[in-house]
């Protein structure tokens, strides 16, 4: 009989090599091996960005597929295999959990989901909870994976979605240089206007490609699979690739802040809006980085924009006192330096206080500008002697740099997975008819495959060349 499992992987990487979503590519492999029938993208999802205990960038993967249940203990066999031969196991921080679920997907892994996106979830809560739902699980160590795998199946991705377009190199390869022409991305970035996140105008940086050990040579973000291979293939690589892969994903759709806290209610670690009204204006810190605080509910609360936000901190130094404020972001627990901390991602304003400067009139005579005759004298002219008898001063109000109703979030180059870029402020049909049958689009990937695996790769040489060319 044919049933619909879900199969839940997290934490298998480190920060010295390894990557779920390598993993997840394998295990799509492995289940093409199968009589199976794929119902979606693999799905890859974004957790709490603030857990102390993540690898990287705290993202679980699910995957989902109609096999009939003769298979699918050869499946889940192969598929604890596959990980315990890929996981970066011998990292202390890496935790893998895996499990496999049959049919509808239980509401009770959903709520771990809207939970796990912004808080801190027990992991003894999650064991208790796959021990009262029929499922397989595997964990090595504490099995602190077993969360986002949970969480992963549990995942809603109705409401808003991304893609993510992955290409992975060579597993030997370690250095953290990508090999790939900038110049090539930027002229895609500005031909697909449906991917984003791809360079930092401002900084001038290429955004698609990570610098650590793992396996990821390039990460292409758009509203469309289509979008997203469509700039794979016009961006220029200089090194081969091993494979490639397309997910479905929360990712910058800024699903990490469902509700807003008052400053009482902050915990260590959670994803917080917070609301409150400036009472101490931006200070600058050594490293560059800029503080101010807030009162919300009955507790001041400080926010931080640390140095890597770079131009964002201009934003917050032109809050004054009396301001209110939205602020977006992470907690960080107290020290013994430093009190409760949001770490910020993005403001909004709410109310800006009125600031009145004090102009100080022309002569009526030349035009030139009066200057104070004195104390308790009038103004007088420097320049052709006349002098009025008493200060008349007027006020007019004076324009602030920062507006209500705008989103002011940091840069590209300091935005987290979850973020939701300014670039998808703008009203899109960012789910095209022929892309909302998940199921459709991703067996037209498939069928793609091998030849965007075998992206053309373009020598140093010739590239040289065609720089000269265009000099």
Known sequence: MQETWHIGIDDTD?????CTTYLATLLVDLLLTFPVEFLDFPNLIRLNPNIPFKTRGNGAISISFIASEEIVEDIWKKTVE???LNADINDPKTDPGLIIIKGEVPFAFQEIYQQAIYTVIPLKRVKTLLEKHPNKHFSIKDGRGLIGATAAIGADLLSDYT???????????????RLIDPKSVLIADKKIPLTFN???YEHKKVMITPHG????????RGETSSAVIRMWELIKILEPIRTVMIFRTNQHTQVHFPKKYVGQDLLPHLSVKVRGIVVKKPKDFPGGHVI??????????DC?????TKHFRKIVRELIEGDEVLVFGGVRPASA??????NLEEIKIIRLISLKERITPKCPICEASLTSAGKDQGLKCKKCSYKSPEKLYYFQQRSRKIRTGVRYVIPVCAQRHLTKPVSRNIPLQFHLSSETDFQQAFYAFLKRRSELNSHPVTSKNILAKNDQSNL
């Open 163 to 177: 893609y993510e377009f992955i290409a992975y190199r060579d597993l030997n390869q370690r250095k953290s240089e």
């Open 82 to 84: 596959l990980v315990k």
């Open 337 to 342: 330096k430093n009190p409760v901390t949001i």
């Open 213 to 220: 050990p793992d396996p990821v040579f390039c990460g292409i």
């Open 198 to 200: 791809n360079y930092d």
């Open 304 to 308: 931080a924009a640390y140095e890597p």
């Open 14 to 18: 480190s920060e010295s090599g390894m």
């Open 292 to 301: 101010f605080t807030i009162k919300s509910g009955n507790t001041s609360v």
